[in-house]
């Protein structure tokens, strides 16, 4: 018996990650930036498939690390 594509069945995809956090984000900041700092976010998202606010909460753990380790001299 042969089977044509209509009948492998394929398994649902996840189209986003999932968070294993305790409480849902609720905060939202708002931000100004120019046009090139937007662009380079925009090419940040495609280039990762990372949201922006993603991108966002990883540049300020970055920052918060290296100012802990600035301070602590």
Do not use: F, G
């Not at 294993?20 to 930036?33: A, K, M, W, Y």
Request: charged fraction near 35%; charge should be positive.
């Amino acid at each position: 018996m042969t089977y044509s594509k209509n009948h492998v069945s394929k398994e649902p995809k996840s189209t986003k990650k999932k968070r294993n956090r305790i409480e849902p984000l609720q905060n939202v900041i708002s931000l100004r930036i120019n046009d090139n700092e937007k662009k380079s976010l925009e090419k940040l998202t495609k280039a990762t498939s990372k949201s922006i606010s993603e991108i966002m909460r990883e540049a300020i753990d970055l920052w918060t690390s290296k100012r802990r380790s600035l301070c602590m001299d």
